[in-house]
């Protein structure tokens, strides 16, 4: 018997999910769920590095739920895939405790998310800086094989890497040493109204399409979105904005960039859009009808939830026991 390949990913738990999500990260999770022994979770830890005076307690319970609700309307089965809230298995924080002994501070510093946004809105939390060693708690602690994330989500499962094997040769052979899984399209769907930054749900408005959007808001969105005055449908680095359209229609589709943009020769980015529109909204349509729905149940959504911990929950203890014992903090006698 060939035991399956271990999968593990999360999504920080803002509550709606975009497409850059969908197509970076959660499409992948449920492509192959199948083939995989997966563990899934929503990072309700990671959704806590705002600083204080910013987190609204009861809009992040519901962003909670709601988020869950999006893995399932996605097509994440729960009785498939294990499924659960990060805050849920307090192994999480005590792995991130023994790891931040060979996690260096020079480089937490390094990482581009960090500096990216440690400057926004100034007096960043310490939550924030230390993001990814909980990052690397959370896969470290499932033996994960692959990790499948977006292409902005690299360095830090790097970091992840590194750490386990600094751990591994300093302490014994604790931990798995994973790899991220970055799809060949769609890893790095950029804004619509920005197209040379990457799709964000932190950045509100109209560049961001979301996975609850009615279908006049994701039509508004297409149509609205920031091109050029040059009317060629064309892949091309120097004209991100129709570049970024392009590459959607075809990770939507299944097809190549070249093969898009053939079949557009031609023709202007009225039709272009219209028809990417049409596909977009036919893509969305079917996860926001399923979200109204199980937004509707949030008790059984609890229920559901509340399984997958309790099984992800034995894997993270086993682990956690193997790493605080290598340490010397296992039984005296
Ligand atoms: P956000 O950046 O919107 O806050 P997260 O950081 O929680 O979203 O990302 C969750 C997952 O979605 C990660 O695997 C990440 O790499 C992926 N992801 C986020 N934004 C994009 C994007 N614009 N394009 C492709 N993948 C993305
Ligand atoms: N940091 C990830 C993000 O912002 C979310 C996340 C938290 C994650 N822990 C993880 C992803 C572990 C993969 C594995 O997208």
Redesign the pocket.
Known sequence: MTTKRRR?????ATGRLHLG?YLG?LRQWVEQQEDADNFF?I?DL?GLTDAASEHDPVAFKHARLSTAAMYLAVGIDPSVSTLFF?SDVPEHTDLMWFLSSVAKKGELERMT?WKDKKGKGGGASSALFF??V??AA??LLYD?DE????D??RQ??EM?RDWAIRFNHHFGNAFIVPSAVIPPAGARVMDLQRPNEKMSKSAKGEGTIYLDDSDDEVVRKIKRAVTDSAGVVASDPERPGISNLVELYATIENSTTEEVTNKYEGQGYGVFKQDLADRMVELVRPIRDRVEGLRDDPHELHRQLSLGADRAQSVAHATAARAAEALGLGPIV
């Open positions: 593990l990913s999360g999504v920080r999500n990260a979770f990072a990671h990060q998310q993001y990814p909980l990052m959370d896969i994960a990790v499948p994330v977006g902005d989500q830090h499962v992840a």
